[in-house]
C-alpha cells in the first residue's frame, strides 16, 4: 500500500505568482481534502474533491483552486501570491464513504 | 459556527505522569471528534476517535456532551508520546469523506 505522496517538499515564490502543488492519494482512496497549515496553527480545510469535483470549501477566496484527475490525484493551484500564503499545505487522501483521512508529509511554501 | 479549542500551547510532564490534552468544542448536533497525532518529522495521524472508544498507545478520550468536551488522556506518560496533538471535528452536515475542523494544537513534552 503506497502512502500519500506530495511534490515539491519546499517551495519558495514572490508575491504576485503563481504556485501548483501536487498529491497523489492513497492507493485505492478516490477523496483528496487540502488543508493549509500556518506557523503554530492547526490544519484549516482549504477544499476537497470527490469524483473530480469539488465537495465542500473553506474559508478561502477564488485564487485558491484544485483538480483532482481520474488517478485520483490532485493539485492545488493558488493566483496572485500574498505574504499571508507562506504556510505548510497538506493533502490528505480517504474514502468517501469513511471518516478517517491519511495526511502526506506536506509542502512547505514560502512566499516573499 | 463549530469550533474547537485547545486551551494549552505547551504541555510539559515527567515521564510516568499522568497526562491530559485538553479540547472543547462548539458544535450542533452530535459530533463525532478525532484525535491526531503529529511525532517529530513524522506526517499527521490520527490516534483515536470517540466512537471506536479504542485505547491507542495508552491514551483514552471520552466524549462528555455536557460540558463539550473531549479530552486526551494517558495514566502514564512515556518520552516517546513527546509530539504534537490537535483535536479535530468534521462539519455538522453534509456527507461523505469529513472535511475536518482542527484546534491549534497542544504539543506535550515529556521529560524523562
Known amino acids: 500500500e503506497t502512502g500519500v505522496t506530495q511534490s515539491p517538499t519546499h517551495l519558495i515564490k514572490t508575491r504576485g505568482q503563481q504556485v501548483t502543488l501536487r498529491c497523489s492519494s492513497q492507493?485505492?482512496?478516490?477523496?483528496v481534502s487540502w488543508y493549509q497549515q500556518a506557523l503554530g496553527q492547526g490544519p484549516q480545510f482549504i477544499f476537497q474533491?470527490?469524483?473530480?469535483?469539488?465537495?465542500g470549501r473553506g474559508n478561502f477566496p477564488p485564487r485558491f483552486s484544485g483538480l483532482q484527475f481520474p488517478n485520483y490525484s490532485s493539485e492545488l493551484n493558488v493566483n496572485a501570491l500574498e505574504l499571508d500564503d507562506s504556510a505548510l499545505y497538506l493533502c490528505?487522501?480517504?474514502?468517501?464513504?469513511?471518516?478517517?483521512?491519511?495526511f502526506g508529509p506536506g509542502t512547505r511554501l514560502t512566499v516573499l | 459556527a463549530q469550533r474547537v479549542t485547545q486551551p494549552e500551547k505547551l504541555l510539559s510532564v515527567f515521564k510516568g505522569a499522568p497526562v491530559e490534552l485538553k479540547c472543547n468544542y462548539s458544535?450542533?448536533?452530535?459530533?463525532?471528534l478525532f484525535w491526531y497525532v503529529q511525532y517529530s518529522r513524522q506526517r499527521l495521524q490520527l490516534l483515536l476517535r470517540?466512537?471506536s472508544r479504542e485505547s491507542i498507545k495508552g491514551f483514552t478520550a471520552d466524549l462528555n456532551k455536557g460540558e463539550t468536551s473531549f479530552h486526551l488522556k494517558k495514566p502514564f506518560a512515556q518520552e516517546e508520546d513527546s509530539a504534537m496533538y490537535y483535536c479535530?471535528?468534521?462539519?455538522?452536515?453534509?456527507?461523505?469523506?469529513?472535511?475536518?475542523?482542527f484546534g491549534k494544537g497542544t504539543k506535550l513534552s515529556v521529560i524523562p
Open positions: 490528505a487522501s480517504s474514502l468517501w464513504e469513511e471518516n478517517e483521512q491519511f
Open positions: 492507493s485505492g482512496h478516490n477523496t
Open positions: 474533491y470527490y469524483r473530480e469535483e469539488e465537495n
Open positions: 458544535y450542533s448536533g452530535s459530533p463525532e
Open positions: 470517540h466512537i
Open positions: 479535530a471535528l468534521p462539519p455538522s452536515s453534509g456527507a461523505g469523506s469529513y472535511q475536518l475542523t
